[in-house]
């Protein structure tokens, strides 16, 4: 079981949220313009790294906000949790997939 640390709430239990998929998807500008291919690419191919991994999660039984967290996929430790439209912390170390 995790322990999110909620950037409004504080810590609570995993199941208080909800998983919202990677972060940092940016949306076609012109989604007209996008062939089939491209406009599947954009939207269901997503990176799935053995590391550290940019997500969304929503405090759906808490507060309702949405933020973003840093996980590492093997540990499942949490790297970082910070608001959205913040950037991602750039210290998680070498190795780190940024966005």
């Not at 990677?22 to 053995?50: C, G, Q, T, V, W």
């Not at 991602?88 to 780190?96: F, K, M, T, V, W």
Request: glycine share 8%; net charge positive; with cysteine.
């Amino acid at each position: 079981m995790l322990l999110i640390p909620c950037p409004y709430c504080g810590a609570r239990d995993e199941t208080e949220f909800s998983y919202g998929h990677e972060a940092h998807i940016a949306r076609p500008e012109n989604p007209d313009a996008l062939s089939d291919a491209e406009f599947a690419n954009y939207l269901f191919m997503r990176k799935n790294p053995k590391g550290v991994h940019y997500e969304r999660w929503m405090h759906a039984r808490g507060c309702r906000r949405w933020f973003n967290v840093a996980r590492h996929t093997v540990s499942h430790r949490i790297l970082a949790v910070y608001k959205m439209g913040e950037p991602p912390p750039s210290d998680l170390g070498a190795g780190s997939a940024q966005p």
